[in-house]
C-alpha cells in the first residue's frame, strides 16, 4: 500500500490526457468528416481509379510500370539535390583519374605504345569509362545497403508496385551519374588533348556502351548490397572484386607484356573487352569482337543477377 | 465506406464484416530451433472496429502486422486481408491496406510534400490529383507549414504524422499502426490518437498493436493479448477491463486529515458496486477501484455532497504488468510501458 508522489504525478497525467483527448475527439470526429467530404471522390482513389482495373487481376501494366519508376527515380533524384555532396565522387574521380593516369603513367607506357603521353591519353580514356562504370557500379551495393535499413523499403513493398521498380529506379538515376562522370573524363580529356580518331558516332557508341555494361554491373552490386549485413562489408567485397577486375584488364596497359596466365586472365576479363571496345570505337581500329563480347556480358550478368537481385529484395526481412 | 463496397463486390471474400482473418498462423525465425514468434494465433477484425493487439516487447505483435502487410510469408496457418489470400493475391491485397510502422517509413531526404506526392505516383493517381491529394493531407495533419522541409527536419510526432498520411493517400480499407506512438510525447501522442480516432470515424478498420493498456482503452473496441506468440485472452475491451479491475480513482482532499474519513463514507453508503476504497493517509490520498463512468460521477457526487473539499482527482489504467497479472497470474518477460501505475496499492 504504498504510493510515492511519482505515482501520482503519473495518474494526474493520465487524468488530465483522459479528459483532452476526449474533448479533441468529439471535435475531430465532427471536423474530420466534414473535411474528407470535401474531397471529391473522384481522387482516382485504387478503388475507383484505373488502379482499381489493375486491383482485379493484380498485375502491373508496362504504363504504370514506368510510371513507378519514374516515381521512384525521381525520389533517387532529389535525394541527390537534397544532399550535392553525393555528387563529389561523380564530379572528382574523372578528373583526379584522368590526371593521375596520364602524368604518372603516360609518359612511360606512351613509350611502349610506340609514341608520347598524348598516345597513352588516347589509350587511357576510353579504358577509364569502363573503370568509371564499375566504381559507381560499387557505390550502388553500398547505397542500396544503406537505403534498405530505412523505413520507406517497408513502405515500397506493401505498396501495390512491382518489386523491381524500386531497383530499376535506382539504376536510371546511377546511370544518369555514370552519364556526368563520361561527361567530365571526356571534357578533361579533350582540355588534356585527347582526339576522336574515327567519329562522333563511334564515341557515342563507346559511351554507349559503357553505360550498358555499368548498368548491368549495378545489378551484381544490388544483390551483394541487399545480401550483406553492412555497408562496410559491401564496400570491402567490392574492393576485393574490382581492384583485380580493374588492374588485371587493358585498361591501364596494353596485355602484351604480361604474363601467360594473367594474359588469359585479361583477355575473358569483360572490362578489358569494354575497353578494348570502347577504344576501338574512338581511336579506329577492330571492334567486332570486343564489342559482342561486352554485350554478351553485359546480357549474361543481367539476365542472371536481375532476377536474384529482384528476389532477394522481395524476400528480404 | 471504402472497405463496405470493396469487400462486398469481392467474390473471394472473408466472412461477411470480416475485414482481417487470421487462423492458425505460425512464423518461426531461426530454424526449427529457433523461436515461435507466432504460434498458432487466430483473431478477427471486424470491418470498421478497431482491434488492439495488446502485449510486450517480442510478443509477436509487429511479426503478426508484417505478416498481413505481405512482408513475411507465414510458415503455417492462413491470413485474409478484405479478402485476399496473403499469400496468393498479395498484389490484390497490398491496394487495400495501409502500414505505419513504429518507425517512421518516409524517405527522410525528401519534404513532406515530395514523399506524399510520391507515394500517390506509385498509387496510380494523376500527377495533378497526386499534388492535390498531397496538400490536402499535409493541411489535414498539420504539416502544411513544414511541408517543403526534408523530413529529416522533422520532429518525433511530426514524421509520425506524416507517416500516417502516407498511408492515407490511397484510402486504405484496412489500416495497420504498429505501435504508433512508443516514443512519443504525450501531447503528439493525442495527436495521433485523434487522427487514428477519425480515420475509425470515417469507416477504416484499424488493427493497432501496443503496449500501452491506456492506447488499447483508448482507440479499441476489441483487445487480444499476446503473449510469446500466443493470444491469452481477448474480447470486448470492457469485458478485459472487468477482467483485470478497470481504472483506479485516486482523490486528494485539500485536507489530508480526512482521507480516512471519506473511506468510511465511501463504505458506510455503499454506492453500487463500489468497494475497496482505500485511504493512504502518508500520502493524504484515497484510491479507489471504478468500473464505469457512472460510478465515477457517483463518487465524486457523494463525496463532494458530503462536503468534502477536493484538490486534486485523477484515474489511471492498470498497466501491462497488471492486465497479464490478472490474465496469467504472472509477470511480463518483456519491458513494459505504463510504469508510471506500478505500485499503487488499489
Same mark, same amino acid.
Given at each position: 500500500?504504498?504510493?510515492?508522489?511519482?505515482?501520482?504525478?503519473?495518474?494526474?497525467?493520465?487524468?488530465?490526457?483522459?479528459?483532452?483527448?476526449?474533448?479533441?475527439?468529439?471535435?475531430?470526429?465532427?471536423?474530420?468528416?466534414?473535411?474528407?467530404?470535401?474531397?471529391?471522390?473522384?481522387?482516382?482513389?485504387?478503388? @475507383?481509379?484505373?488502379?482499381?482495373?489493375?486491383?482485379?487481376?493484380?498485375?502491373?501494366?508496362?504504363?504504370?510500370?514506368?510510371?513507378? =519508376?519514374?516515381?521512384?527515380?525521381?525520389?533517387?533524384?532529389?535525394? =541527390?539535390?537534397?544532399?550535392?555532396?553525393?555528387?563529389?565522387?561523380?564530379?572528382?574521380?574523372?578528373?583526379?583519374?584522368?590526371?593521375?593516369?596520364?602524368?604518372?603513367?603516360?609518359?612511360?607506357?606512351?613509350?611502349?605504345?610506340?609514341?608520347?603521353?598524348?598516345?597513352?591519353?588516347?589509350?587511357?580514356?576510353?579504358?577509364?569509362?569502363?573503370?568509371?562504370?564499375?566504381?559507381?557500379? *560499387?557505390?550502388? &551495393?553500398?547505397?542500396?545497403?544503406?537505403?534498405?535499413?530505412?523505413?520507406?523499403?517497408?513502405?515500397?513493398?506493401?505498396?501495390?508496385?512491382?518489386?523491381?521498380?524500386?531497383?530499376?529506379?535506382?539504376?536510371?538515376?546511377?546511370? @544518369?551519374?555514370?552519364?556526368?562522370?563520361?561527361?567530365?573524363?571526356?571534357?578533361?580529356?579533350?582540355?588534356?588533348?585527347?582526339?576522336?580518331?574515327?567519329?562522333?558516332?563511334?564515341?557515342?557508341?563507346?559511351?554507349?556502351?559503357?553505360?550498358?555494361? &555499368?548498368?548491368?554491373? *549495378?545489378?551484381?552490386?544490388?544483390?551483394?548490397?541487399?545480401?550483406?549485413?553492412?555497408?562496410?562489408?559491401?564496400?570491402?567485397?567490392?574492393?576485393?572484386?574490382?581492384?583485380?577486375?580493374?588492374?588485371?584488364?587493358?585498361?591501364?596497359?596494353?596485355?602484351?607484356?604480361?604474363?601467360?596466365?594473367?594474359?588469359?586472365?585479361?583477355?575473358?576479363?569483360?572490362?578489358?573487352?569494354?575497353?578494348?571496345?570502347?577504344?576501338?570505337?574512338?581511336?579506329?581500329?577492330?571492334?567486332?569482337?570486343?564489342?559482342?563480347?561486352?554485350?554478351?556480358?553485359?546480357?549474361?550478368?543481367?539476365?542472371?543477377?536481375?532476377?536474384?537481385?529482384?528476389?532477394?529484395?522481395?524476400?528480404?526481412? | 465506406?471504402? @472497405?463496405?463496397?470493396?469487400?462486398d463486390k469481392n467474390p473471394s471474400g472473408n466472412r461477411r464484416g470480416i475485414a482481417v482473418e487470421v487462423?492458425?498462423?505460425?512464423?518461426?525465425?531461426?530454424?526449427?530451433?529457433?523461436?515461435?514468434?507466432?504460434?498458432?494465433?487466430?483473431?478477427?477484425?471486424?470491418?470498421?472496429?478497431?482491434? +488492439?493487439?495488446?502485449?510486450?516487447?517480442?510478443?509477436?505483435?509487429?511479426?503478426?502486422?508484417?505478416?498481413?502487410?505481405?512482408?513475411?510469408?507465414?510458415?503455417?496457418?492462413?491470413?485474409?486481408?478484405?479478402?485476399?489470400?496473403?499469400?496468393?493475391?498479395?498484389?490484390?491485397?497490398r491496394r487495400t491496406i495501409g502500414l505505419t510502422g513504429q518507425y517512421a517509413s518516409v524517405d527522410e531526404?525528401?519534404? +513532406?510534400?515530395?514523399?506524399?506526392? *510520391?507515394?500517390?505516383?506509385?498509387?496510380?493517381?494523376?500527377?495533378?490529383?497526386?499534388?492535390?491529394?498531397?496538400?490536402?493531407?499535409?493541411?489535414?495533419?498539420?504539416?502544411?507549414?513544414?511541408?517543403?522541409?526534408?523530413?529529416?527536419?522533422?520532429?518525433?510526432?511530426?514524421?509520425?504524422?506524416?507517416?500516417?498520411?502516407?498511408? *492515407?493517400?490511397?484510402?486504405?480499407?484496412?489500416?495497420?499502426?504498429?505501435?504508433?506512438?512508443?516514443?512519443?510525447?504525450?501531447?503528439?501522442?493525442?495527436?495521433?490518437?485523434?487522427? $487514428?480516432?477519425?480515420?475509425?470515424?470515417? +469507416?477504416?478498420?484499424?488493427?493497432?498493436?501496443?503496449?500501452?493498456?491506456?492506447?488499447?482503452?483508448?482507440?479499441?473496441?476489441?483487445?487480444?493479448?499476446?503473449?510469446?506468440?500466443?493470444?491469452?485472452?481477448?474480447?470486448?475491451?470492457?469485458?478485459?477491463?472487468?477482467?483485470?479491475?478497470?481504472?483506479?480513482?485516486? $482523490?486528494?482532499?485539500?485536507?489530508?486529515?480526512?482521507?480516512?474519513?471519506?473511506?468510511?463514507?465511501?463504505?458506510?453508503?455503499?454506492?453500487?458496486?463500489?468497494?475497496?476504497?482505500?485511504?493512504?493517509?502518508?500520502?493524504?490520498?484515497?484510491?479507489?477501484?471504478?468500473?464505469?463512468?457512472?460510478?465515477?460521477?457517483?463518487?465524486?457526487?457523494?463525496?463532494?455532497?458530503?462536503?468534502?473539499?477536493?484538490?486534486?482527482? @485523477?484515474?489511471?489504467?492498470?498497466?501491462?504488468?497488471?492486465?497479464?497479472?490478472?490474465?496469467? +497470474?504472472?509477470?511480463?518477460?518483456?519491458?513494459?510501458?505504463?510504469?508510471?501505475?506500478?505500485?499503487?496499492?488499489?
Open positions: 500500500m504504498t504510493a510515492t508522489s511519482t505515482n501520482g504525478t503519473g495518474a494526474t497525467a493520465g487524468a488530465a490526457t483522459d479528459v483532452t483527448t476526449g474533448a479533441a475527439h468529439a471535435a475531430g470526429a465532427e471536423g474530420g468528416t466534414a473535411v474528407d467530404r470535401g474531397v471529391p471522390p473522384q481522387g482516382s482513389a485504387p478503388p @475507383g481509379g484505373p488502379g482499381a482495373r489493375a486491383g482485379a487481376e493484380g498485375r502491373i501494366g508496362l504504363r504504370a510500370h514506368l510510371r513507378h =519508376i519514374g516515381a521512384l527515380a525521381r525520389r533517387n533524384a532529389l535525394q =541527390i539535390k537534397q544532399d550535392p555532396e553525393s555528387m563529389f565522387d561523380v564530379l572528382l574521380m574523372p578528373i583526379v583519374f584522368t590526371v593521375l593516369f596520364v602524368y604518372v603513367f603516360g609518359g612511360s607506357v606512351g613509350a611502349s605504345l610506340g609514341g608520347d603521353r598524348h598516345d597513352y591519353l588516347n589509350y587511357v580514356v576510353p579504358g577509364l569509362m569502363a573503370m568509371m562504370g564499375m566504381n559507381i557500379a *560499387m557505390a550502388v &551495393g553500398t547505397g542500396m545497403n544503406d537505403d534498405f535499413r530505412k523505413g520507406v523499403m517497408d513502405r515500397f513493398r506493401t505498396m501495390p508496385i512491382a518489386r523491381s521498380s524500386v531497383l530499376i529506379a535506382k539504376i536510371v538515376v546511377e546511370v @544518369g551519374r555514370m552519364i556526368v562522370a563520361t561527361a567530365i573524363l571526356l571534357g578533361m580529356g579533350f582540355a588534356l588533348g585527347m582526339t576522336v580518331q574515327t567519329s562522333v558516332f563511334g564515341l557515342l557508341a563507346a559511351v554507349g556502351l559503357s553505360l550498358l555494361f &555499368g548498368a548491368a554491373l *549495378m545489378w551484381i552490386f544490388i544483390l551483394l548490397g541487399l545480401t550483406m549485413k553492412t555497408a562496410q562489408a559491401v564496400q570491402g567485397v567490392a574492393m576485393i572484386v574490382l581492384m583485380p577486375l580493374q588492374f588485371g584488364s587493358s585498361i591501364f596497359a596494353p596485355t602484351k607484356t604480361m604474363p601467360g596466365w594473367l594474359q588469359a586472365f585479361t583477355d575473358y576479363n569483360p572490362l578489358s573487352n569494354l575497353a578494348d571496345a570502347a577504344r576501338g570505337l574512338v581511336n579506329g581500329g577492330p571492334v567486332a569482337h570486343s564489342a559482342w563480347m561486352t554485350l554478351a556480358w553485359a546480357a549474361g550478368i543481367t539476365l542472371v543477377m536481375a532476377p536474384l537481385a529482384v528476389r532477394k529484395f522481395r524476400d528480404k526481412t | 465506406m471504402v @472497405g463496405m463496397t470493396r469487400i487462423r492458425g498462423l505460425v512464423k518461426q525465425f531461426g530454424g526449427s530451433q529457433g523461436t515461435r514468434a507466432l504460434d498458432g494465433v487466430d483473431l478477427d477484425v471486424r470491418e470498421g472496429t478497431v482491434l +488492439g493487439v495488446l502485449g510486450p516487447n517480442g510478443a509477436g505483435k509487429t511479426t503478426l502486422v508484417r505478416i498481413l502487410s505481405t512482408l513475411l510469408r507465414p510458415d503455417a496457418g492462413s491470413a485474409r486481408v478484405a479478402g485476399y489470400d496473403v499469400l496468393r493475391q498479395p498484389r490484390q491485397l531526404k525528401l519534404s +513532406g510534400r515530395e514523399n506524399l506526392y *510520391m507515394i500517390g505516383r506509385l498509387l496510380d493517381l494523376p500527377r495533378s490529383d497526386a499534388r492535390r491529394r498531397a496538400d490536402e493531407l499535409l493541411e489535414r495533419f498539420s504539416l502544411t507549414d513544414a511541408a517543403k522541409k526534408p523530413a529529416m527536419q522533422y520532429s518525433g510526432g511530426m514524421r509520425r504524422r506524416l507517416d500516417l498520411a502516407a498511408s *492515407m493517400i490511397g484510402r486504405p480499407s484496412v489500416l495497420y499502426l504498429d505501435e504508433p506512438t512508443t516514443g512519443l510525447d504525450p501531447r503528439t501522442r493525442n495527436e495521433v490518437w485523434d487522427e $487514428v480516432q477519425r480515420l475509425v470515424g470515417e +469507416g477504416a478498420t484499424v488493427l493497432l498493436t501496443t503496449q500501452y493498456m491506456e492506447e488499447a482503452e483508448q482507440l479499441a473496441d476489441e483487445l487480444t493479448v499476446f503473449d510469446r506468440g500466443r493470444v491469452i485472452a481477448s474480447g470486448r475491451v470492457d469485458e478485459l477491463k472487468a477482467k483485470v479491475g478497470g481504472r483506479t480513482l485516486r $482523490v486528494v482532499p485539500t485536507d489530508p486529515a480526512t482521507v480516512t474519513a471519506m473511506a468510511r463514507t465511501l463504505a458506510e453508503t455503499g454506492l453500487d458496486g463500489v468497494s475497496g476504497a482505500t485511504a493512504v493517509p502518508d500520502e493524504g490520498a484515497l484510491y479507489v477501484p471504478i468500473l464505469s463512468d457512472e460510478q465515477l460521477t457517483a463518487v465524486i457526487g457523494l463525496l463532494g455532497e458530503r462536503g468534502f473539499s477536493i484538490a486534486h482527482i @485523477g484515474t489511471h489504467l492498470p498497466s501491462l504488468d497488471e492486465v497479464f497479472l490478472a490474465i496469467t +497470474g504472472e509477470k511480463t518477460t518483456g519491458t513494459t510501458g505504463a510504469a508510471e501505475t506500478e505500485g499503487v496499492a488499489a
